[in-house]
């Protein structure tokens, strides 16, 4: 009869009790049977070791664990001998009944039965997953070998064979634990269901790749998978781990050994430069059996490890998850608006809107100063390509304690699209919008079909099924004319009237002259505008160029640019516009992709004249500006806003208000620049002759 047969039902926390006094009896009994045979008393040592086998099968029975020690015998697949020799070198440390002198492996081998010399070798498990340790700066003659050596237990094993729950102090820095980051959408849930049962501990397992979403987003969905089967999840990210392999297998040991111990789902989160190293990473933990998923946005060359990829979350599921966060964070704003502006991911949801309303709450607090409380002064997170250290808002947030604006929300979830530009781009947040514009109506009129194709998408393409079509959701343009005709700022403006940031391409950091480089850096760019952004290429006849006959390499490379963007093009789903001078450059398949074609002529002298007229800020002191004289010169509204900022130095170094004898001045200095005569006809009246 055991224990069980008469005591009542435990529950958890008389469990735990129970467990930890009848583990530590079951460690006294195994020492000193240990210490009997080392000393040379076999007889004294059958007892506590038939006791120690009664108890640890009535502790299983009882609390449905085994004993630490039968714990750890079963994870390193530890013999007989191994195991008594490690109860033994332990035993002092744990204040348990110890063999008289040090313990070492020439004594355990003459005393203990079943030794076998394999135990010293370096790669069986005493040695090679570190349970002890071997003094290696003593000299070994002093000793008289490698088995004469004194040993000792490993901290880390000291503490598992009390069952504490700790994680080894030399993966400080490298690896962690991780907490949940937010829900997955519903769909997502069949992945979590695979990995779970791919990566349920046994022995020789593989581990798998998880791909997908983004690096936050996966990150759940193995902490979701490891919750299935009992584990919790302990990360390590590929830059942290080390270039040399000597250190690298040391590390990959010790993690794949505290994986063991803490009953632990090891996840590696790779970059393409470290795939290799992470692959070796998760090959060290097969032998114990340890559960390992790599996260990657690829899979690594060569690999053959199982490959499951996360979907995205849909239109439905994002505005569920956003309508979720809003509301846990006690925000009013529309859920279906933001999810159909601001495609995130389920982890970039929950971070925009749980900063949102931390910073709400601290706002209301008073906590964030005497200044305006825009979002875009406050600096949140940290990096490595994490959600954090991007500034949120575009400076429109609330103030005064009187919580956020849907702007704030937006704000903060454009705010993640700025992490993978890393160079490639620019952020503008612009003001002007196209009621600033001075356009004619034919161009005026097509920028405003072009926002009311944005406005409209979640109604054309969600309530009136468009979307089952297929491609096509992009709103795309090109806009084309004379340099200093608009272009830029109507793209600007576009931005401003939907509430978007700009993410204008820098070509120069964009083009690499390594294969395959170019297009790895545009997918970021189309990804990061998929967030709620408006992409423009500005002048982008370099990528957007007709494609060539091939004579070279170069050639069939440049044309794989071109072939990429067509495609990209297809599967976009944000707003992208492209500017040019010259139309005729670019190749016809990007002009028949583009919804709108939008043309910027030169302007005439009614349009110049109302450009003069809101050329100065309405600061500027002026006298006697006559904006009709002043569109006789035939410039465009580029070199409009060039001659009213040189104008304006002229008159403050003057200490005067700007005069049309400053403008002369300044359009004298702009002729000289372009090498371009004035006409008499197009100054005649500014001055007086």
């Known amino acids: 009869m055991t224990l069980s047969d008469t005591a009542p039902r435990l529950d958890a926390d008389d ?207 193995v902490v979701d998978a490891a919750e299935r089967i009992g584990l919790t999840v302990l990360a390590v990210e590929g830059p942290d781990l080390p270039d040399t392999a000597p250190t690298m297998d040391t590390l990959a040991r010790l993690l794949a050994r505290e994986a063991g111990l803490g009953l632990r789902l090891l996840l590696v989160e790779g970059t393409a430069e470290t795939l290799p190293r992470c692959v070796r990473l998760l090959a060290a933990g097969a032998p114990l059996g340890v559960s390992a998923v790599l996260s990657a946005d690829e899979a690594p060359p060569g690999s053959e490890l199982p490959v499951l990829r996360l979907p995205p979350a849909s239109a439905g599921e994002r505005r569920d998850l956003f309508a979720a966060a809003l509301d846990e964070a006690r925000l009013t704003e529309d859920p279906a608006e933001l999810a159909e502006r601001h495609p995130l991911t389920p982890a970039g949801i929950a971070l925009a809107v749980e900063r949102t309303g931390r910073l709400a709450s601290a706002s209301s607090d008073g906590r964030l100063g005497s200044g305006n409380g825009r979002l875009g002064s406050e600096r949140l997170g940290s990096g490595n390509g994490q959600p954090g250290s991007e500034r949120l808002g575009p400076g429109d947030g609330s103030s005064g304690g009187k919580g956020p604006r849907a702007s704030d929300v937006a704000a903060a979830c454009r705010a993640l699209a700025e992490r993978p530009l890393h160079g490639l781009a620019t952020l503008r947040r612009p003001t002007a919008g196209l009621d600033d514009l001075v356009l004619p109506d034919q161009a005026n009129r097509s920028l405003r079909a072009l926002l009311a194709h944005v406005r409209g998408r979640r109604q054309v393409h969600g309530a009136w099924g468009y979307s089952a079509r297929g491609r096509g959701l992009a709103v795309t343009a090109l806009f084309s004319g004379p340099s200093g005709t608009g272009k830029t700022t109507a793209a600007e403006a576009v931005a401003h009237e939907l509430g978007f940031d700009v993410i204008a391409a820098d070509l120069s950091q964009v083009v690499s002259k390594y294969i395959g480089e170019t297009e790895k850096h545009l997918a970021r760019l189309f990804d990061a505008a998929e967030a709620g952004s408006v992409l423009l290429f500005d002048e982008g006849d370099a990528l957007f160029a007709k494609r060539t006959q091939v004579r070279d390499s170069r050639d069939r490379y440049a044309n794989l640019e071109v072939s990429y963007l067509l495609q990209r093009l297809e599967t976009f789903c944000g707003v992208a516009i492209l500017t040019t001078n010259a139309r005729e450059a670019i190749d016809p398949a990007f002009v028949r992709r583009m919804r709108f074609v939008v043309t910027f002529p030169f302007p005439d002298a009614a349009q110049r004249s109302l450009l003069w007229a809101g050329a100065f800020p309405p600061g500027v002191p002026t006298d006697g500006l006559d904006p009709r004289r002043l569109a006789q010169l035939a410039v465009s509204g580029g070199t409009i806003a060039q001659l009213a900022l040189h104008a304006a130095f002229l008159a403050a170094d003057e200490g005067v208000p700007v005069g049309m004898r400053h403008v002369l001045d300044a359009a004298r200095i702009e002729s000289d620049k372009l090498e371009r005569p004035l006409a008499a006809n197009e100054i005649r009246g500014w001055v007086p002759s």
């Open 15 to 221: 469990r735990d009790r129970v467990w930890a006094r009848d583990n530590q009896r079951h460690l006294a009994l195994a020492a000193a049977a240990a210490a009997a045979r080392l000393d040379g008393r076999p007889d004294e040592a059958d007892e506590p070791a038939r006791a120690a086998e009664l108890l640890a099968a009535e502790v299983r029975e009882t609390t449905g664990q085994p004993t630490a020690l039968d714990r750890l015998c079963g994870l390193f697949a530890l013999t007989a001998f191994e195991r008594d020799v490690l109860v033994a070198v332990a035993a002092p440390e744990l204040g348990l009944p110890t063999a008289t002198g040090p313990v070492t492996f020439a004594r355990a081998l003459a005393a203990l039965p079943d030794a076998h010399w394999s135990a010293l070798l370096p790669d069986a498990p005493l040695r090679g997953w570190r349970l002890l340790d071997v003094p290696a700066q003593l000299p070994p003659t002093e000793f008289g070998g490698l088995s004469q050596l004194p040993l000792a237990v490993d901290e880390r094993i000291l503490h598992a064979l009390l069952g504490a729950d700790t994680t080894d102090d030399r993966l400080a820095g490298r690896a962690r634990l991780v907490a949940p980051v937010c829900r997955l959408a519903p769909g997502q849930g069949a992945v979590v269901a695979s990995l779970a049962a791919l990566v349920r501990p046994s022995p020789g397992t593989e581990g798998c790749l998880l791909s997908g979403e983004d690096r936050l987003t996966r990150r759940q969905a």
